[in-house]
């Protein structure tokens, strides 16, 4: 199952129950999320972590906070790269936000 809810509510705002991966949920989780509640941060741990997930997230206007897998490098100039480098210089801002994810742990 995957599921996405909000961080302060704990309310559930959709499930999938699938046993496709991780990484590839995130979207329509977060589309039909998106057409109920104003979403500002999506909270995930690294199986979220892809390119696809970041601009998901910025098309609702919402920003990722997904940890970067061990090995990632930023890359041309654009959403990603941006992220990446929030993650690894301002690490502890970064994972402030993140961490609002073990309220819904």
């Known amino acids: 199952a995957h599921a996405i809810c909000g961080t302060l509510t704990h309310v559930v705002t959709d499930l999938i129950v699938s046993d496709a991966g991780d990484a590839t949920q995130l979207e329509p989780l977060l589309d039909a999320t998106a057409t109920r ?3 500002a941060r999506v909270c995930a741990d690294k199986a979220y972590s892809s390119r696809a997930n970041l601009e998901a997230a910025e098309k609702h206007g919402a920003v990722a ?3 970067f897998k061990t090995g990632t490098v930023g890359g041309k100039a654009d959403l ?3 992220m990446f ?3 690894q210089y301002k690490r502890e801002d970064f994972l402030s936000h993140y961490h609002e994810r073990s309220n819904v742990e």
Do not use: Q, R
Request: hydrophobic share 40%; proline share 8%; charged share 15%.
């Open 37 to 39: 509640f104003d979403v």
């Open 80 to 82: 990603w790269s941006k």
């Open 65 to 67: 906070y997904i940890p």
């Open 85 to 87: 480098h929030y993650f």
